[in-house]
């Protein structure tokens, strides 16, 4: 309405999706502290429902601002409606891990993002072409707004109940210092709080878009308002679409691996779309058809749909690791404390987006400069959280150097200590280990690994626990010792290759008595891990094992692609083995069964 037909002189166009959208996200800064309390303290489907009631409230105003063309009203309603998704933005991602297990919590995820990008592809679709009809378009957005608040308080009665996760909970209805709580909750938690700040780097990013995309089309594309919703179809598909290939790139698993490999594609066709655009020659204003019947537009949709795809590559393992990794008790907190930090960063981003309008730069300018950025702080963020990279590293290796199958890893406790002992094929084993399992596991590992450049770095990354025998270096090995029991007494995985070295023909060596001392030692300690039996299968003669004979030794990839790109490698996990039963030979013949399977 704005773009096209109120002309409203005093919010230029070109700036209104900056006032519209700030005003719409102000809101998450000022309520989602209080809203995270009462998701934490209630049930939340009484919550759900009380938030679709308040929404019929407010598109019964907004029916009535856009009959009467009130800028006003519309833009109070605006914020109505942000609030109303500050109070069921806690309640929607809160709700999930209560009900859905470990391995259908990214599936989750995905399905709650595609289904939410896909209604505002279906509300600015059917907005757009509701609103441009001559005459009565005004009536019919106003009748559909309603309509649909109706509908979404219908469909809430049937959502199944959740009970309050701390309902002791006192609110605390102070949103200032509430608010200031809820972000040291958060930033109590490294791994948590840094992934939030990813999240909120992405809402930076996608908010840049959105906000300008109906300027884009008018005076970059010259298109009208067809060509601008068409931008939003697609923008929506490619988030849909990338949020639901998570579910098949992470084997039902949460798998952050996928987030640097989404920061990668955002950046790149960011940068990209400058470029597409930077060409296009000058038009009279284009239709739809018009607008399509242009092979240089063919370039700019593709940037913009897998820009969008690589984002909900992103976004999804992100919010699956917070629900994981959260405190129970404390999720919608953190939750509201994600919601306040995506508020600060959108509005930072049509603040940004503003001052560089108003410096001159061009819109196709702005996406560069946050495709540009968008490297920037992914590579900031990874720095700090090693573990992104160290499971994307993981990913690759098992989805595009192997061909990489899991079996058995519902044996791998989603909480709680536990050794993992595996046979010793190659030099990757660790890191396929790494990505078949939803935790992240420390490493006891011959400190000679630790001298090969790649592979050191990771390990080192990875927090591996370098071993080496006593008799070398009595110092490292009893550090060794003391590292692995504070790794179980922290409640944490704790993996080791018993056989003491790499195979050297390829079958099961002899398992030392490492592990024993280990579980001695977690044991003085109070703990009693399960150990966990895995067999690495099919690996003999790949990229990293001992492969050929020279002068008389087994060497390492003198002829790495033997066996050709994609081999056939898996992994079998075997049922746990009390602590009071795993004894050498009984685990070295768990693993040898495994091997067989």
Not at 98 to 106: A, D, F, H, K, M
Not at 320 to 336: D, G, K, S, V
Not at 517 to 524: N, V
Request: charge should be positive; include cysteine; proline fraction near 6%.
């Amino acid at each position: 309405m704005v773009t096209y037909q109120l002309q409203v002189s005093w919010m230029p166009p070109a700036m209104a999706g900056l006032v519209i959208g700030a005003l719409f996200i102000l809101p998450y800064l000022l309520f989602s502290a209080t809203s995270g309390q009462v998701t934490d303290k209630y049930e939340k489907t009484k919550i759900i429902r009380f938030v679709k009631n308040l929404e019929i409230v407010i598109m019964s105003a907004a029916a009535f601002g856009f009959v009467t063309e009130n800028v006003a009203v519309l833009l109070a309603c605006t914020f109505l409606m942000g609030l109303h998704s500050t109070l069921f933005g806690p309640v929607k991602f809160a709700y999930m891990p209560q009900v859905l297990s470990e391995r259908e919590l990214t599936g989750g995820n995905g399905m709650v993002e595609m289904g939410t990008f896909v209604a505002i592809l279906l509300g600015n679709v059917v907005g757009g072409l509701l609103i441009a009809t001559p005459g009565v378009g005004r009536l019919h957005v106003a009748i559909g707004c309603l309509a649909a608040a109706v509908v979404g308080r219908a469909v809430a009665q049937f959502i199944p109940l959740a009970p309050a996760t701390d309902p002791g909970l006192k609110i605390n209805w102070n949103p200032v210092t509430e608010t200031w709580r809820n972000l040291k909750m958060a930033h109590g938690n490294p791994v948590v709080f840094r992934s939030l700040l990813g999240i909120s780097w992405m809402w930076f990013f996608g908010a840049v878009f959105l906000s300008q995309f109906p300027s884009l089309s008018r005076e970059v594309l010259h298109g009208n308002e067809q060509v601008a919703s068409f931008l939003l179809v697609v923008f929506s598909i490619g988030i849909a679409t990338g949020s639901l290939l998570c579910e098949v790139l992470s084997r039902r698993h949460v798998e952050i691996g996928l987030v640097p490999l989404g920061a990668i594609g955002m950046t790149v066709f960011a940068v990209d779309f400058y470029f597409a655009t930077r060409s296009l020659p000058p038009a009279d204003t284009l239709a739809l058809g018009e607008f399509l019947a242009r092979p240089a537009h063919w370039r700019v949709l593709a940037d913009l749909l897998l820009l969008s795809l690589f984002a909900g590559l992103y976004s999804v393992p992100m919010y699956a690791l917070i629900q994981l990794r959260a405190q129970p008790t404390h999720r919608a907190r953190i939750i509201a404390a994600n919601n306040i930090l995506n508020a600060l960063f959108m509005i930072a981003s049509s603040l940004i987006a503003g001052v560089l309008l108003q410096s001159g730069f061009s819109i196709p300018q702005i996406f560069l400069f946050t495709g540009l950025a968008n490297a920037v702080v992914a590579f900031y963020i990874f720095m700090l959280v090693p573990e992104y990279l160290l499971r994307f590293f993981a990913w690759v290796m098992s989805h595009v150097v192997y061909r990489f199958k899991v079996r058995g890893d519902q044996h791998i406790p989603l909480a709680g200590p536990a050794v993992l002992v595996c046979n010793h094929v190659s030099f990757v084993d660790a890191v396929l280990l790494m990505a078949a399992s939803p935790r992240p596991i420390y490493f006891v590992m011959d400190h000679r690994i630790f001298r090969i450049p790649l592979l050191g770095t990771i390990f080192r990354l990875a927090k591996a626990i370098p071993v080496a025998p006593r008799t070398e270096d009595a110092g490292t090995y009893e550090q060794a010792f003391e590292r692995a029991a504070q790794v179980l007494r922290e409640g944490d995985l704790l993996a080791i290759f018993p056989e003491g070295a790499l195979t050297r023909d390829g079958t099961l060596q002899e398992f030392k008595g490492g592990v024993m001392k280990i579980l001695e030692r977690a044991q003085q300690d109070g703990v009693a891990p399960p150990v966990i039996p895995m067999a690495l299968t099919n690996l003999w003669g790949s990229f990293f094992s001992r492969i050929e004979v020279v002068d008389g030794n087994r060497v390492a990839m003198v002829r790495p692609f033997r066996r050709g790109i994609f081999a056939r490698v898996g992994l079998n996990v075997g049922q746990p083995v009390p602590a009071a039963q795993a004894q050498p030979a009984l685990l070295r013949d768990r693993v040898a069964a495994l091997l067989v399977e």
